[in-house]
């Protein structure tokens, strides 16, 4: 039972660039987050997802980033014209509700943008 | 908005020596889950705490939940090199966590 998969393990970009970023959740797990982590930082809430719906993305900046959870493939996290800044590590994270809270979040290794 | 501070944010042991680290919240929390992040590495999710009063043991971690469900800790008892890693309180439910920004562990041999 595969994890959490995330792809690019690494991503570089030249400043102006778009990066996508994709999440596929575990098998079973409908609900998908995506943080930001700046080294030496904490995770950083930015959207919360379900199949075909955005149910919280108060975290998200709101210009050049956008996130999206087809019915069906993988969640993508989209970045266009990136700037150095946003440069992190960025994580996706699921959870099957009501079938184990105990179980908290599943983490994919996440990718690291590099913003050159 | 709700907010979960921890401390300490670095602590620098001798393998060997005790651990702890703390999260606490001025707001009554429904739940606290901790994680633990490797160098380089994504959290992994170690436990929930749910009830009042809770205390949880894994191996030597042992985690607990306040009387009044506001603050939390996580104490290692005899660190090895192997604990070594950033160690996040997260509080609330499943829909959204709120974040401690983590308590980074050093263990020299």
């Known amino acids: 039972n595969a994890g959490v998969m995330q792809n690019p393990r690494h991503l570089v970009r030249r400043r102006g660039q778009e990066a996508r970023l994709r999440c596929s959740p575990m098998?079973?797990?409908?609900?998908v987050y995506w943080y930001r982590q700046l080294p030496e930082e904490g995770l950083k809430f930015m959207v919360y997802l379900q199949k075909e719906n955005i149910i919280d993305e108060s975290g998200m900046p709101k210009e050049r980033f956008s996130a999206e959870f087809p019915k069906e493939g993988p969640s993508i996290l989209r970045i266009q014209q990136v700037v150095r800044g946003d440069s992190a590590a960025y994580f996706c994270?699921?959870?099957?509700?009501?079938?184990?809270?105990?179980?908290?979040?599943?983490f994919g290794s996440g990718t690291r943008l590099t913003v050159v | 908005g709700q907010q979960v501070m921890q401390i300490p944010q670095y602590q620098h042991v001798q393998e060997g020596e005790d651990f702890t680290t703390y999260c606490n919240s001025s707001?009554?929390?429904?739940?606290i889950q901790w994680y633990k992040q490797r160098p380089g590495g994504h959290p992994v999710f170690l436990i929930q705490l749910v009830k009042s009063g809770e205390v949880k043991k894994q191996k030597r971690l042992t985690f607990q939940f306040g009387e009044a469900k506001k603050n939390s800790s996580l104490h290692i008892t005899a660190t090895q090199t192997t604990d070594v890693g950033t160690y996040f309180c997260?509080?609330?439910?499943?829909?959204?966590?709120?974040w401690g920004l983590g308590t980074s562990l050093a263990v020299n041999p």
């Open positions: 994270a699921s959870t099957s509700i009501g079938t184990g809270a105990d179980h908290g979040y599943t």
């Open positions: 707001t009554t929390l429904s739940n």
């Open positions: 997260a509080a609330g439910n499943n829909r959204k966590l709120i």
């Open positions: 098998k079973g797990h409908s609900h």
